[in-house]
């Protein structure tokens, strides 16, 4: 075989450049500490970092969705803070009313204040979140949700919360028409309440449960008789009599029927009746402060009229406040479910992390040895090519 003196030069700085190639990409990679570059590297290990990228860019887009979440929920537990806060003070208003010593000028000064706390709350239920939507607004809503109307406050939103992706759906609102007008009445169980007609000398308590197994939820009425001075009581289900007729009355006595027990305290007149009818999700919290602003702001009202005003009213102030502690309760545990959420992330993220560095990063003691390798062979292919070089025939010749 015949070798060429061109041929051998040919091989020679071949070899030389294939060897310099290698050992520019391996300092290329100890520079940059990565061992993919680009997709031609590593096929395999590209797609790898490809996917590492996209779960990280979604759990940042989830992280911001949280925080959106995390902000709107902490100001939703504040405002209802604020809330029972406000609620409070009704109740230790409404408790002082009911002194005995108050005069009707007194009553009304503490029912004007029970009317601006009124207002302070319904500020509170129409409060933004910031940026441009409220915090009680349920599914949206682009005006103040509650309206203050001649009929009383009305939701003119959607009931319900809007929500965020963010891993798991987090709320953005709070269902405002639960929180505000959706307490239940009575004592959770059913509601008492006087009749208009009523005179002005008995009033009725709110009622407790004595045996929930006998429970029929019907609409039960009591009415009251006064004939030749003695009072007896009839207690009527759905408007048809009961075994209890005619029953002797005795001021501050439970009155008990199927699971049910109401005390009557005062002195009722001939005709007076007092209703008791399951209780409903409905009660509007602004309708029972404007109920007792209104009525402790009445004057001329008797001894058991204020009674009845002060026992209702802290009946469904204590329902309205109930409601509110219970949504501040989940206004809490949904800040709870988003730190949960949040760790979830950061774990999504440290996982999607680890795997791009594993499947792109350089192995640098790995490196240090191929480059060192890699320079030592370049080192040998250009002590070759300069003996190579003067093996020429030309160098004989001369």
Do not use: C
């Not at 449960?209 to 008789?225: C, K, M, N, W």
């Amino acid at each position: 075989m015949r070798i060429t003196t061109a041929n051998s030069f040919a091989t020679a700085v071949d070899n030389l450049q294939q060897r310099q190639q290698e050992l520019q990409l391996a300092q290329d990679r100890l520079t940059s500490g990565k061992r993919v570059a680009r997709a031609s590297d590593d096929p395999a290990a590209a797609a790898r970092v490809e996917r590492a990228l996209a779960t990280s860019a979604r759990a940042v887009a989830d992280q911001r969705g949280l925080e959106a979440s995390r902000s709107a929920m902490q100001q939703v537990e504040g405002a209802l803070g604020s809330a029972t806060e406000a609620m409070q003070q009704a109740r230790e208003l409404l408790v002082a009313a009911g002194n005995g010593s108050y005069t009707d000028a007194e009553r009304a000064n503490l029912g004007a204040r029970i009317r601006g706390l009124r207002e302070q709350l319904f500020s509170i239920a129409n409060r933004g979140d910031g940026s441009g939507g409220y915090l009680f607004g349920g599914q949206g809503s682009a005006q103040p949700p509650f309206v203050d109307g001649t009929g009383g406050v009305s939701f003119r939103g959607a009931d319900g919360q809007t929500e965020v992706q963010a891993g798991d759906l987090l709320p953005m609102t709070h269902d405002g028409a639960a929180a505000w007008l959706g307490a239940r009445s009575g004592n959770g169980v059913f509601v008492t309440s006087p009749d208009a007609a009523n005179g002005n000398g008995a009033w009725i308590d709110a009622g407790s449960v004595v045996d929930p197994a006998v429970l029929t939820g019907d609409d039960y009425r009591v009415d009251f008789s006064v004939v030749g001075g003695v009072t007896t009581y009839s207690v009527l289900r759905n408007g048809a009599p009961t075994a209890q007729v005619n029953m002797p009355y005795l001021s501050g006595q439970a009155i008990q029927f199927d699971g049910m027990a109401v005390t009557v305290q005062g002195t009722p007149a001939h005709g007076d009746r007092f209703d008791v009818a399951p209780s409903m999700a409905d009660l509007s919290l602004f309708e029972v402060l404007d109920l007792i602003a209104g009525e402790l702001q009445a004057g001329g009202r008797s001894k058991a009229q204020v009674a009845q005003t002060v026992a209702s009213g802290l009946r469904d102030i204590d329902a309205s406040f109930g409601n509110l502690q219970l949504q501040r309760s989940m206004a809490g545990e949904s800040l709870n479910r988003i730190d949960a959420v949040e760790g979830r992330l950061a774990e999504t993220k440290l996982a999607a992390q680890t795997e791009r560095s594993l499947a792109e990063d350089l192995d640098m003691v790995q490196a240090l040895s191929d480059f060192e390798a890699k320079q030592t062979g370049y080192d040998a292919a250009l002590s070759t090519y300069s003996l190579v070089q003067r093996m020429s025939l030309f160098q004989y010749l001369t």
